[in-house]
């Protein structure tokens, strides 16, 4: 019904910035209502852990490896939610998710969707 379709992973050096979308697609028509977004985080071996989250309202909360150098914000107009990470370090390198709770249709329930994760890689 809805596909989180992320961008903007790669490699890059320590110290080093990059920028994280997400856009939310439906299959038809328009998304109803969007409510919390967020961007997961995962390696090998672990289980995935929440980086950023952003309510409806504005509202934010952070990892506290990531506060002070990630940024979350969203732009509702485009149903995307952004992840700006700056200050990279080589512990920040996993597959980066993104969640979403979406309301695509009324009468209907949210739901919660997964995007199909970025690589992130920081190396020298």
């Known amino acids: 019904q809805v596909q989180l379709m992320e961008s903007g992973g790669g490699l890059v050096q320590p110290g080093g910035s990059l920028r994280l979308s997400c856009a939310a697609s439906p299959a038809s028509g328009t998304i109803f209502s969007i409510y919390t977004m967020g961007w997961y985080r995962q390696t090998p071996g672990k289980q995935r852990e929440l980086v950023a989250g952003i309510t409806k309202s504005g509202s934010t909360n952070y990892h506290d490896s990531v506060k002070g150098r990630f940024a979350i914000s969203r732009d509702d107009a485009k149903n995307t939610v952004y992840l700006q990470m700056n200050s990279l370090k080589p512990e920040d390198t996993a597959v980066y998710y993104c969640?979403?709770?979406?309301?695509?249709?009324?009468?209907?329930?949210?739901?919660?969707?997964w995007g199909q994760g970025t690589q992130v890689t920081i190396s020298s």
């Open positions: 969640n979403a709770d979406i309301l695509y249709r009324i009468p209907g329930a949210p739901k919660n969707y």
